[in-house]
Structure formats: structure tokens, C-alpha cells
């Protein structure tokens, strides 16, 4: 098994936590601003399940999700896409890691080897994010070390 299929693995993991503690979540707690995190709780997993879906149809040559407020299911509904696609798409993907690919917001291209590391590292910036805001909504945040992954599931 390669590294990358171990990260987005893991990256499917954590992202299943980070919706199970957000699913105990009133739309209240939400929706509540944390502007010095770039966002609600629910901004915030929305927009780390559009740019994992941006990634992967950028690197496959597929439609690029639409952008737009979804709500609390839409966005549990595109982690589970995001995380389909990205099992199906990763063999091929790491067979053409070296080639390039545009990212039309940075006007530049990146090896495909980037694409997948960047929305590796981009998720868990933001989830750390929700998880401050499952803290702040009085939850407990789940532990989502890429070793605890590893102890249960390597």
C-alpha cells in the first residue's frame, strides 16, 4: 500500500469523525461565526469538501462541483463522493503523479503529486478548525492523529 493511499485513507477517517461529532451539532452551533478560523463550523466543512472535490476533478479531468452554500447534508453527501472518488481515482493518479494539471485560482500548474498532498494537508487545516468549533459548542473534539489511525487500521 502507498503512502498516498494510507493518507487518504486516513483523510476518510478523520473526516468521518469530524461529521460524527458534528452531526450532535444544533444548526445554531453551526452556523456560529469564527471569523479568526476563516468561518462557521459548517463554512468550514463545506469548503474542505469542495476544494477535495475541485482537486479531484481537476486531476481527473471531471466536472468541477459547483460552488454554493449547501447544507449540513449536502456536505456529509460530498465527503462521501470526495471519498469515493478519490479510492477509485487514486491508483491511476499515482501512476501520473509527475504529470502537471492547472489550478485556474493560482493560475499555475502543480504535479499531480502536489494535488494530492495539498488536499491531504488543506483537510486537516480545517479540521482543525471544526474541531475548535465542536469545543466551542461544548462537544468533545475527537482525537484525529494520523497515529491513532495508524495503531488501529496499520
Known amino acids: 500500500m502507498s503512502q498516498l493511499i494510507d493518507l487518504f485513507e486516513y483523510t476518510g477517517w478523520a473526516n468521518g469523525l469530524v ?8 444548526d445554531d452551533q453551526l452556523a456560529a461565526p469564527m471569523p479568526e478560523l476563516g468561518g462557521s463550523v459548517l463554512e468550514l466543512l463545506d469548503h474542505t469538501a469542495l476544494v477535495e472535490q475541485a482537486f479531484l476533478a481537476l486531476m481527473t479531468g471531471s466536472e468541477r462541483p459547483p460552488r454554493g452554500d449547501r447544507n449540513y447534508e449536502q456536505v ?3 465527503f462521501a463522493a470526495s471519498a469515493a472518488g478519490y479510492a477509485a481515482a487514486l491508483p491511476d ?16 500548474e502543480f504535479t499531480i503529486e502536489q494535488g494530492l498532498l495539498q488536499v491531504v494537508t ?30 488501529s487500521y496499520r
Open 19 to 26: 461529521l460524527d461529532a458534528t452531526s450532535r451539532m444544533s
Open 93 to 108: 493518479l499515482e501512476r501520473r503523479r509527475e504529470e502537471h494539471f492547472t489550478v485556474p485560482w493560482f493560475e499555475r
Open 122 to 151: 488543506h483537510s486537516v487545516q480545517h479540521r482543525a478548525g471544526i474541531c475548535a468549533g465542536i469545543h466551542r459548542a461544548g462537544l468533545e473534539s475527537p482525537g484525529l492523529d494520523y497515529i491513532m489511525w495508524m495503531s
Open 76 to 78: 456529509r453527501a460530498a
